[in-house]
DNA sequence: TCCTCATTTTGATATTTATTGAAATATAGG
DNA sequence: CCTATATTTCAATAAATATCAAAATGAGGA
């Protein structure tokens, strides 16, 4: 994921309604759900929703496909983690001492250990 | 992180100017950066690194102090990896088969395996 | 105290974004 | 075909955001 992309995908999670539906579409997993649905869950307009679904499928969050009348959304996973990952590396950028615990794993590269050898299993 | 703060601080991401202080703060460490050396390395005019600033600061994703006739900003590791594990309990929501290895470690929760039993170290 | 440097605040303006309702498009069924 | 349903596009408007230049604030040093 780019720059250009990343701040895409955040201007998009920046809205109450925007970041609803994603949260909405994340649970419903790969069935997705009808742009009707959504609108009636999140409660707004359906001009209003197809709105949101736009910048949100400009963005790279959410596929849609045609299914008979309805148009059904979903969320897209991948953009999702990558931009996690984009946070992530921007995170620990050149200060995984500060990590948390919790992200540490995946955040700061594994390999390159801060100080500490021969420590695991003195057995 | 409630979502009212995640909603600020993607906002606060979703902008160029914004995004690269965050990311020079990060990697400036605790030390930080005056706003004036932000403003210079951003390219943007002092005024208007202030008024981004204010934004980040409201946001939760900077800190400052004063230092003498400096302003120094620095980089609020703690919201950022807030924002990140927020981001990660929605990405896995009810379908952590879809996340990706790299993330599965943090974003799923490590207890709750699906399936699979007695597979560690057959021996 | 007065002066200068660093930053913020203010005011004006241009741009972008969000929302609403009405009209247009596409699909299915009688 | 004609009608009903699902969704999008359009036009208008309101609201939020970004930017610049100028004035105001605040902290040292002569």
Redesign the interface.
Known sequence: MD?RQ??LA??A????TR?NI??ML??A?PAGMAAGAIAEKAGVAPSNVSFHLKDLEHAGMVGSRREARSIIYSAN??T??G???F??K??C???PE???P??A???CPPAKTTKRRKVLQPS
Chains 1, 2 share one sequence.
């Not at 999670?13 to 109450?16: D, S």
Request: glycine share 8%; charged share 15%.
């Open positions: 720059e990343a701040t955040f201007g999670l920046a809205q109450e970041l994603v949260r994340v649970i997993g996973y991948d999702l983690s931009l996690i990952q946070l992530m921007d995170c950028a050149g200060h500060i990590c948390t919790a992200l794993a995946s955040c």
